[in-house]
Nanobody, 127 residues
Framework: QVQLVESGGGLVQAGGSLRLSCAAS????????MGWFRQAPGKEREFVGA????????YYRDSVKGRFTISRDNAKNTVSLQMNSLKPEDTAVYYC????????????????????WGQGTQVTVSS
């Protein structure tokens, strides 16, 4: 069982930055791929980015590439999402998720591939 708690959301002007953090419980954090998703009102939950279990490879949706960076600290059981050059279209509730993959090299990109979810944190970008 893994419990995830996000923090760091808030209101920021376009062009600004926010850093989201996700704290995980459990002693097996390093065996999970970690992902970030977001959901805007009236829209489906969408993949933002993910990081592999051990080696830290990352993958992002095209619209955030070059602006968002995911990192993890397996010693502290945390994963972060650094968001720069924020745009109004980035406004959403952001969720972190943990997924047990068959290999430590996999990067899950769909919600169904993740086993545990945080409660979400609101990010609002004003124009």
């Amino acid at each position: 069982q893994v419990q995830l708690v996000e923090s760091g959301g808030g209101l920021v002007q376009a062009g600004g930055s926010l850093r989201l953090s996700c704290a995980a419980s459990g002693r097996t954090f390093s065996t999970y791929a970690m992902g970030w998703f977001r959901q805007a009102p009236g829209k489906e939950r969408e993949f933002v980015g993910a990081i592999t279990a051990n080696f830290g490879s990352t993958y992002y949706r095209d619209s955030v590439k070059g602006r968002f960076t995911i990192s993890r600290d397996n010693a502290k059981n945390t994963v972060s999402l650094q968001m720069n050059s924020l745009k109004p279209e980035d406004t959403a509730v952001y969720y972190c998720a943990a997924g047990r993959t068959r290999t430590i090299f996999q990067l899950p990109t769909t919600p169904g591939e993740y086993d545990y979810w945080g409660q979400g944190t609101q990010v609002t970008v004003s124009s």
